[in-house]
């Protein structure tokens, strides 16, 4: 197993824990993504399978992100957009921006499905990690 393989186990690993905890209590690990992060950062160093170009962007991108919860005071959640920088890390910018906007489609048939359903209205609050996890999983069937 290549480290860059490692690397996306533990991001997968990651992913499917906090996304239990996401759905069950609207929170995020925080000593776990730490932990993850510098598993990650210790991996990118250590292996040569990584374009740096690729995680410094993603890290940008994570910047942004972080800013974009900031401003909208925690409508995007905090511990999402850390959770978003630490993938952007792991797996680079390019395919990153395509498994965040996959499982904000995810995210957006869900939430019409509640809405014709009348199980959920325009306010109601959704545990965005499951539909992180299952845009990555579905990166890994393709």
């Known amino acids: 197993m290549s480290l860059a393989q490692l690397t996306g186990l533990i991001l997968l690993l990651f992913l499917g824990t906090e996304a239990l905890n996401d759905y069950k209590k609207k929170k995020i690990n925080m000593p776990a993504l730490v932990i993850t992060f510098i598993l990650v950062i210790l991996m990118i160093f250590i292996s040569k399978d990584y374009s740096i170009m690729q995680r410094v962007l993603g890290v940008c991108a994570g910047g942004v992100l972080i800013i974009f919860s900031l401003a909208t005071r925690g409508k995007f959640g905090m511990g999402d957009a850390l959770v978003l920088t630490l993938m952007f890390l792991t797996i680079g910018i ?17 939430s019409a499905v509640l809405l014709v359903t009348k199980r959920g209205n325009k306010n109601t609050e959704l545990a965005f990690m499951p539909f992180l996890l299952f845009a990555y999983v579905t990166s890994l069937l393709l």
């Open 94 to 110: 390019t395919k990153g921006i395509l498994l965040y906007f996959l499982s904000l489609i995810y995210t957006m048939c869900y």
